[in-house]
């Protein structure tokens, strides 16, 4: 079994900050990339930013300068810094890992998902 669970999300002001955390646990051998993704009402989800086992990142465009994705492998967490948060940036936050485990199957897990509401 594994799981992913997000925390941080909320309410807060346009220009205002939020960091998201998200620990996977269960039975993981290793994981290989992490990421955030993001759904807005009527939306599709859409990718916010992946980072790899090595650290390489990738944002989306509308991101790109405000959010800072990290991980730490030990704990086996991912996080992601949201900085002059706009409006436009609400949307419930899922975050996702491309992980083995314990059998040796590898598959993409995501957690239950966050709301991040940014008011103008």
């Known amino acids: 079994q594994v799981q992913l669970v997000e925390s941080g999300g909320g309410l807060v002001q346009a220009g205002g900050s939020l960091r998201l955390s998200c620990p996977a646990s269960?039975?993981?051998?290793?994981?290989?990339?992490m990421g955030w993704y993001r759904q807005a009402p009527g939306k599709q989800r859409e990718l916010v930013a992946q980072?790899?086992?090595?650290?390489?990142?990738n944002y989306a465009d509308s991101v790109k300068g405000r959010f800072t994705i990290s991980r730490d492998n030990a704990k086996n967490t991912v996080y992601l810094q949201m900085n002059s948060l706009k409006p436009e940036d609400t949307a419930v936050y899922y975050c996702?890992?491309?992980?083995?485990?314990?059998?040796?199957?590898?598959?993409?897990?995501w957690g239950q998902g966050t709301q991040v509401t940014v008011s103008s």
């Open positions: 269960g039975n993981i051998f290793t994981i290989n990339a």
């Open positions: 996702n890992a491309d992980l083995v485990d314990f059998t040796l199957t590898r598959r993409l897990y």
């Open positions: 980072i790899t086992s090595g650290g390489s990142t």
